[in-house]
């Protein structure tokens, strides 16, 4: 069994910064597809943006440019920088991890973007 914990969600204004992080309990973040997922008050999850094991990423076009994820492998954490930061990118963020055909998702972090 894998448990993923999130943190570093709050409130941040308009413009602002945040870096999420997803820390695996177990060595997998190496050989996972990492990713994060948000979902806003009434709608969808929706995927944010992909890691693979060999360091391939892809992004929403929502948050192409602004956001980046990234993985230390060595101290099992899967990151997403999130920059100029819009009230429409408030959501509860997910990490999931895809690894030897199984699924795992974390408790979710709250990201309010507000003035």
């Known amino acids: 069994q894998v448990q993923l914990v999130e943190s570093g969600g709050g409130l941040v204004q308009p413009g602002g910064s945040l870096r999420l992080s997803c820390a695996a309990s177990?060595?997998?973040?190496?050989?996972?597809?990492m990713k994060w997922y948000r979902q806003a008050p009434g709608k969808g999850r929706e995927l944010v943006a992909a890691i693979s094991s060999f360091g391939t990423t892809t992004y929403a076009d929502s948050v192409k440019g602004r956001f980046t994820i990234s993985r230390d492998n060595a101290k099992n954490t899967v990151y997403l920088q999130m920059n100029s930061l819009k009230p429409e990118d408030t959501a509860v963020y997910y990490c999931?991890?895809?690894?030897?055909?199984?699924?795992?998702w974390g408790q979710g972090t709250q990201v309010t973007v507000s003035s």
């Open positions: 999931n991890a895809l690894a030897y055909a199984l699924n795992y």
């Open positions: 177990r060595s997998i973040v190496s050989v996972a597809v």
